[in-house]
T-cell receptor, first 113, second 112 residues
Framework: GESVGLHLPTLSVQEGDNSIINCAYSNSASDYFIWYKQESGKGPQFIIDIRSNMDKRQGQRVTVLLNKTVKHLSLQIAATQPGDSAVYFCAENKSGGYNKLIFGAGTRLAVHP | KAGVTQTPRYLIKTRGQQVTLSCSPISGHRSVSWYQQTPGQGLQFLFEYFSETQRNKGNFPGRFSGRQFSNSRSEMNVSTLELGDSALYLC???????????FGEGSRLTVL
């Protein structure tokens, strides 16, 4: 498949461990944040989102944490599986910004059996 | 429900040519956004259309243009291609703004 990014930071974890992927966002006016997963040869796939009036949101095996003080976002994946191997992007938007998302550089997650 | 469909999936052009990429959004979605993805610059916003109107634009030169039709299908055009335009061009659709974006698999453009 196509290479999404040749020099992305890589997080290597063992299958079954928990993964934490971090992201620093750029715009203090942003009030909507999203995590996307991109597998090789595919487009980004929505994982979970959070609005700025929250600091934590949970989904199925995933949790997003938002720290507006330091403009930091994290994605926690519980019991990481080989199928979680992909590149993960955070994205930010602000009210009135319509669908103009600003994406982070991405982190490659490699899950080893 | 069919996902976002982009055509063509792969294409090769030479410098100076122009290219048109097509995107069919999810049925019922009126917002279509375009993004360029390269290893060096990552994912960058090109423009967004809603009900045939461009309502947001990224920082790309005028060689990059787009349009949306009454059935919400969208096209983007790049004229006078440069080597640096080689990228994966992604289309995303949404029912409204700042909502969940659904991405297609992209059109991989190579400029020689």
């Amino acid at each position: 498949g196509e290479s999404v990014g040749l020099h992305l930071p890589t997080l290597s974890v063992q299958e079954g461990d928990n993964s934490i992927i971090n992201c620093a966002y750029s715009n203090s006016a942003s009030d909507y944040f999203i995590w996307y997963k991109q597998e090789s040869g595919k487009g980004p796939q929505f994982i979970i989102d959070i609005r700025s009036n929250m600091d934590k949101r949970q989904g199925q095996r995933v949790t997003v944490l938002l720290n507006k003080t330091v403009k930091h976002l994290s994605l926690q994946i519980a019991a990481t599986q080989p199928g979680d191997s992909a590149v993960y992007f955070c994205a930010e938007n602000k009210s009135g910004g319509y669908n103009k998302l600003i994406f982070g550089a991405g982190t490659r997650l490699a899950v080893h059996p | 429900k069919a996902g976002v469909t982009q055509t063509p999936r792969y294409l090769i052009k030479t410098r100076g040519q122009q290219v048109t990429l097509s995107c069919s959004p999810i049925s019922g979605h009126r917002s279509v956004s375009w993004y360029q993805q390269t290893p060096g610059q990552g994912l960058q916003f090109l423009f967004e259309y809603f009900s045939e109107t461009q309502r947001n634009k990224g920082n790309f030169p005028g060689r990059f243009s787009g349009r949306q039709f009454s059935n919400s299908r969208s096209e983007m055009n790049v004229s006078t291609l440069e080597l640096g335009d080689s990228a994966l061009y992604l289309c995303a659709s949404s029912s409204d703004w700042a909502g969940e974006l659904f991405f297609g698999e992209g059109s991989r453009l190579t400029v020689l």
